[in-house]
Structure formats: C-alpha cells, structure tokens
C-alpha cells in the first residue's frame, strides 16, 4: 500500500492542487491513501524547518510530499514539492490534474478559511474547561519523566483536567519537544495540554500546582550555588506577580532543599507559606528502609519516622513516633496492629551510634547514583507528598516537611525540616513531640547550619 503525507500552507494555490490530485488517487486507487497536513501560512517556515530537520531533509517551499515507509520499518521518503509530485503521479499512475488558477486559488482560500474555523472551534472548546496549572522545572531529568504518568492519573487530580508546562532552561529545544510528544502518546484522560519552555517568559502563569526539581547537579561549585540563589529568587518574584493565589509549591531533589525553599519564601511574599514545602520523604524512606533491615520486617512495614533539620546537609532521623507492623516478637496482632519501633528495638547502641551513620551512608549512596533507582526514590517522595497534600487518607501520617523554625522556639526566617500533618489541604507541625536537651542541641546545629549556608551563597553583590 502507498501512503502518502502531503504539507503546505493553507492558501497555498499549489498546496491545493496537489489535494485535488492526492483525494483523485485515493478514490480511484484502493492502495493508496494519503494523509493531508494543513498549517497556517505565519507557522509554516518554522513547521517546515523542524520537520525537516527531524528527517535530514532539504525543502524549502510549499508544499511538501513524502512517502511513509512504516510497513518496511523505515523513516519516510522525500518525494519533493508540487512539481514532483506531479511528475510521480504521471508517471506511477497515469494521471495528471487539469484546474485552472482561479480553480487553485478559490481552494486555496478555502483551505485557509477552514483551518482558521477549525482553530476557532478548539480554541472555544479549550475556553471552556477550567484545566489545573501545573508547572514542573527540570523537565528533562529523569525524575520527571517518571512522575508525568502518575502525576496524570485519576488518582491524583479525579475528575480535573491538568495543563501541564515542562520548563528546562538549560534543555534542547528538540529533545523537550519529544517529551511532549511523549506525554500526549500516553493519552491519559486527564492531560489537557502540554506544553514545554526553555526561559522564564510564562513561567508559572495561573499556576496551581510548581513542583521544582533539583536545578543543580550534586558537585556543585559556589558559582553555580550563586547562579541557584538568583534563579530561585526570580521563581519566587514570578509565583508571586503569576501563580494562583492557593497555588502549591513543592521543592524536591537532593541539594540545597531549604534554602532554595527559603528563597522561594522570600521572593513571593503575597502566598502563604505554608504552601511552599520542600519534602524529606526520600530521607524517611532510606531511614526506614535501615530500621526494617535491623528488624527484619519489610520498609513498608515501618512507618511514621520523622527527619529533622536541614534536608540535604545535616539532618536527624528520629524514632520517637515509629511503628512497626508485622514484626515477629512476643507480641503479634492483625495487619493492622502496630508496635513502637522504640519498645521493641532493644539496641540502643546501634540507635544511638550506628544507625544515624547507616542512613547518611544509605542517603550519600542514592544521591551519587545518576541512574533511574535515585529518581524513582525521588519521584516517589514527591507522589506521597502530593497524595497528602490532595487529601488522600493522610490524616493519620507523619511527614517531615519544612516550616518555619520558629515553632520549635529557633528564628522564624530558618527553614527547617520539622514533624508535620496534613488535614484539609492545609501543613501544621506536630507539636506534642518530645524535643529534649540533646535534640535541642542537635537542631541547633542544623539551624547554625542553614544559617551560614545562607551567609555564603546569599550575600547580596555575590
């Protein structure tokens, strides 16, 4: 079978005779079929650049002809312009149009009369849905194009369309292009649009929901921590003149999760801040992935650890909330019963010594990879987060999450990573934990900590 794709500017007069040949084929040849594309005159130069760019070719007018090798696993084969066309078509098969150029030019108009009708028509049905805003930075790190199909599900947003925007200032152009043909391949029901940018012109516009990734690779050096601190200032300016006024902002990755939430904070003073948080759940979750090895029940099975401190510098793991379920001891009860970690782990020494050194082990292991393992931890910390903060059953979880310090008695500008719940959309910190001298002491150093990070990467001039 031969088919055909046939491209040109809708007023094309050219463009529209060679419809007239391609639809005279198709109905007298039942081998053969063609697929017409008809783009706008002030989009075509730039249409045609990259199609041909994307298939090595070389054309440079209206229309353009090629034939799909996909029955022979092939990419497609450029048969030329209008003159080539005709002269394939005369000599395959036999025929040759006969329209006069009045003919042409009438079709032509009437070509780009029915796009133009056509964009009204989608353009008055985009109008009338109301699609959540939702704005993901690093767009081309692997974290995100794991977390895209989820992120789409029912689950995470039932019965919304989402509008989803791939910002990556450092990207390719091409490669961000085959991401959004990517997520429209997987034509999930809640995809409204994609769209995808590589500067900051519309960035966060009516955003309801930012989720920014780690925009600095691990070995940063302080020039580029000084180019993180400018950006993330101007993210936070722009939520704050853009975004939606309820909008939820959410910091993920591995370097510098306080302070780049902290900038945020400042930079956008009109938005609760509450509603800026940068997650810890990937330290919680290699957390309890130690304490599971040590009890020999399964990660899933520990729950409710709690990190304290600065996400991706100094940080405590602490067991002092921690269930077990499905623990073989003396004591054992349906799925549902649980037991403190505490009570039943015996070995303080290993608590007191060993298991703080066997997370940041654990921690410093899954942040070195570069692979797919450290953004699948990724993308799932932000997912269980984002389930929470959706409200969805997270009323009786424990999250470490950052809030202002000042609720634990430390300066209200610190940023620090503290115990927190989630109820009805809204973060609050969980107060009626135990905070002793030696805790004190330690999320005092944390807070010395963030607060000389912010004295070296935040001085003004640098």
Same mark, same amino acid.
Request: hydrophobic fraction near 40%; glycine fraction near 4%; aromatic fraction near 8%.
């Given at each position: 079978?031969?088919?055909?794709?046939?491209?040109?500017?809708?007023?094309?007069?050219?463009?529209?005779?060679?419809?007239?040949?391609?639809?005279?084929?198709?109905?007298?040849?039942?081998?053969?079929?063609?697929?017409?594309?008809?783009?706008?005159?002030?989009?075509?130069?730039?249409?045609?650049?990259?199609?041909?760019?994307?298939?090595?070719?070389?054309?440079?007018?209206?229309?353009?002809?090629?034939?799909?090798?996909?029955?022979?696993?092939?990419?497609?084969?450029?048969?030329?312009?209008?003159?080539?066309?005709?002269?394939?078509?005369?000599?395959?098969?036999?025929?040759?149009?006969?329209?006069?150029?009045?003919?042409?030019?009438?079709?032509?108009?009437?070509?780009?009369?029915?796009?133009?009708?056509?964009?009204?028509?989608?353009?008055? &049905?985009?109008?009338?849905?109301?699609?959540?805003? =939702?704005?993901?930075?690093?767009? %081309?790190? $692997?974290? *995100?194009?794991? @977390?895209?199909?989820?992120?789409?599900?029912?689950?995470?947003?039932?019965?919304?369309?989402?509008?989803?925007?791939?910002?990556?200032?450092?990207?390719?152009?091409?490669?961000?292009?085959?991401?959004?043909?990517?997520?429209?391949?997987?034509?999930?029901?809640?995809?409204?649009?994609?769209?995808?940018?590589?500067?900051?012109?519309?960035?966060?516009?009516?955003?309801?929901?930012?989720?920014?990734?780690?925009?600095?690779?691990?070995?940063?050096?302080?020039?580029?921590?000084?180019?993180?601190?400018?950006?993330?200032?101007?993210?936070?300016?722009?939520?704050?003149? &853009?975004?939606?006024?309820?909008?939820?902002?959410? =910091?993920?990755?591995?370097?510098? %999760?306080? $302070?780049? *939430?902290?900038? @945020?904070?400042?930079?956008?003073?009109?938005?609760?801040?509450?509603?800026?948080?940068?997650?810890?759940?990937?330290?919680?979750?290699?957390?309890?992935?130690?304490?599971?090895?040590?009890?020999?029940?399964?990660?899933?099975?520990?729950?409710?650890?709690?990190?304290?401190?600065?996400?991706?510098?100094?940080?405590?793991?602490?067991?002092?909330?921690?269930?077990?379920?499905?623990?073989?001891?003396?004591?054992?009860?349906?799925?549902?019963?649980?037991?403190?970690?505490?009570?039943?782990?015996?070995?303080?020494?290993?608590?007191?010594?060993?298991?703080?050194?066997?997370?940041?082990?654990?921690?410093?292991?899954?942040?070195?990879?570069?692979?797919?393992?450290?953004?699948?931890?990724?993308?799932?910390?932000?997912?269980?987060?984002?389930?929470?903060?959706?409200?969805?059953?997270?009323?009786?979880?424990?999250?470490?999450?950052?809030?202002?310090?000042?609720?634990?008695?430390?300066?209200?500008?610190?940023?620090?990573?503290?115990?927190?719940?989630?109820?009805?959309?809204?973060?609050?910190?969980?107060?009626?934990?135990?905070?002793?001298?030696?805790?004190?002491?330690?999320?005092?150093?944390?807070?010395?900590?963030?607060?000389?990070?912010?004295?070296?990467?935040?001085?003004?001039?640098?």
């Amino acid at each position: 079978m031969a088919t055909f794709v046939l491209a040109g500017k809708a007023d094309c007069p050219y463009y529209a005779k060679a419809e007239l040949l391609a639809d005279t084929l198709q109905r007298s040849l039942p081998n053969f079929r063609v697929h017409k594309i008809s783009v706008l005159p002030a989009e075509w130069k730039d249409w045609l650049e990259s199609t041909c760019l994307r298939n090595s070719w070389n054309h440079d007018s209206s229309p353009i002809v090629w034939r799909e090798l996909v029955e022979q696993n092939g990419k497609g084969m450029l048969l030329g312009g209008f003159s080539d066309f005709l002269d394939h078509c005369r000599d395959y098969y036999g025929i040759t149009p006969d329209m006069s150029t009045d003919v042409m030019q009438r079709i032509a108009a009437e070509n780009l009369q029915t796009q133009l009708s056509l964009i009204a028509e989608e353009q008055l &049905r985009l109008s009338l849905i109301k699609p959540l805003y =939702v704005w993901i930075t690093g767009a %081309l790190r $692997l974290t *995100c194009q794991i @977390l895209i199909p989820s992120l789409l599900s029912a689950e995470m947003f039932p019965n919304e369309a989402v509008s989803l925007h791939l910002l990556d200032l450092e990207g390719d152009r091409e490669e961000l292009q085959r991401l959004k043909m990517d997520v429209e391949d997987l034509a999930l029901d809640a995809l409204h649009q994609v769209t995808v940018h590589t500067d900051l012109d519309q960035a966060f516009r009516d955003a309801n929901l930012i989720l920014l990734l780690d925009d600095l690779n691990h070995d940063a050096e302080i020039d580029r921590v000084t180019n993180l601190r400018k950006l993330y200032r101007e993210y936070g300016r722009l939520i704050d003149r &853009r975004a939606n006024r309820h909008v939820k902002v959410m =910091v993920a990755g591995d370097t510098f %999760l306080n $302070l780049r *939430c902290s900038l @945020l904070l400042e930079n956008a003073p009109s938005i609760n801040s509450h509603q800026f948080v940068a997650t810890a759940t990937q330290l919680e979750h290699e957390a309890r992935a130690e304490v599971a090895k040590k009890m020999g029940v399964r990660p899933q099975d520990v729950r409710d650890v709690i990190v304290w401190g600065n996400i991706g510098g100094g940080f405590i793991i602490d067991l002092q909330r921690a269930k077990v379920f499905n623990y073989r001891g003396a004591i054992r009860g349906p799925a549902f019963f649980s037991l403190s970690v505490l009570q039943v782990l015996h070995d303080r020494k290993w608590l007191e010594t060993e298991f703080q050194q066997q997370v940041r082990r654990h921690h410093a292991v899954v942040v070195s990879k570069s692979g797919r393992t450290a953004a699948i931890t990724v993308a799932n910390g932000i997912l269980r987060v984002l389930k929470a903060w959706n409200g969805a059953n997270a009323e009786d979880q424990i999250f470490s999450i950052t809030l202002s310090a000042g609720l634990y008695d430390f300066p209200n500008e610190t940023i620090l990573s503290v115990p927190a719940t989630c109820m009805d959309g809204k973060w609050s910190a969980l107060l009626d934990v135990t905070v002793d001298e030696k805790l004190r002491e330690e999320l005092k150093l944390c807070v010395d900590e963030l607060q000389q990070e912010r004295k070296i990467y935040c001085k003004e001039g640098i």
